[in-house]
């Protein structure tokens, strides 16, 4: 479990700017499997603090019991899936969605 000492301390306006340079950082990029690394452990570091975010995220964790065969990111701690979309892809309700809701309900 995360503690406060994984954290790297940060004001509600350090946090804010770090917020709209990582936004500058990563806008009009989008190629899935080859940003989506860079962008979570970005993410956790740069914006939410977290010292060591590759001890706090999985990547590419094989999925059990689906037709899926891998999730592209897990955070374990807070038990989020991340389903990694390449720039202005359109999500709609399709047979991948419903296997990602039982997969996370059952």
Known sequence: MMKLD???PMSKLDKKNAAIDFVKLHQN???????CQ????????RVFGVKHPDEF???EKPAKNTTIKFIDAYI????VLIEQKKFAYQIRKTSQ??????????
């Open 38 to 45: 860079m962008f979570w452990s970005g993410l956790l570091h």
């Open 97 to 106: 969605t419903k296997r990602w809701y039982t997969f996370i309900c059952d």
């Open 57 to 59: 995220i999985q990547f």
């Open 76 to 79: 374990p701690e807070t038990k």
């Open 6 to 8: 994984d954290l790297i």
């Open 29 to 35: 990029k989008g190629y899935e499997k080859g940003n």
